[in-house]
């Protein structure tokens, strides 16, 4: 794939990928698609623009969509640490507790990215449902 030049090429890639008509893509966002085209495609966005569609999106790695470098949808680490019944019977209650304080943590980053997963499609729900 070609270089992608600019943050608006990227939301573009976004939009492509996300299934809908740009338009809709764009008003779901409470943006306007006339700025992702023409000499308009060339001018940089805002932060609270950055922070819709991350929020709007939320497996869309942020640094892919800021620097164009990496991968353009988050890796969901859902490769919490696992800890058997025997390594917690022989696990010094600190290590225990540390170890389990890990487990809490990246579930709690999956429950987040999935509740504005949910988020989303609700709104896109709603929005078809309007049509």
């Known amino acids: 794939m070609s270089e992608i030049l600019n943050v608006k090429d990227r939301v573009l890639l976004i939009a492509n990928a996300s299934g809908q008509r ?11 698609y006339a700025n992702f085209k023409g000499g308009q495609k060339k001018t940089g966005l805002n932060s609270d623009t950055l922070l819709k569609i991350l929020a709007g999106y939320p497996n869309i790695d942020p640094a892919w969509l800021l620097t164009g470098e ?62």
């Open 22 to 32: 740009k338009n809709d893509f764009f008003l779901a966002l409470g943006l306007s």
């Open 70 to 131: 990496g991968d353009m949808y988050r890796r969901m680490d859902t490769t919490a640490p696992t800890v058997s019944s025997v390594e917690l019977l022989h696990a010094s209650e600190p290590d225990m507790i540390k170890t389990l304080r890990q487990v809490v943590a990246v579930q709690e980053k999956n429950i987040q990215l999935l509740e504005k997963q949910i988020d989303m499609l609700e709104r896109e729900l709603t929005s078809w449902r309007t049509q």
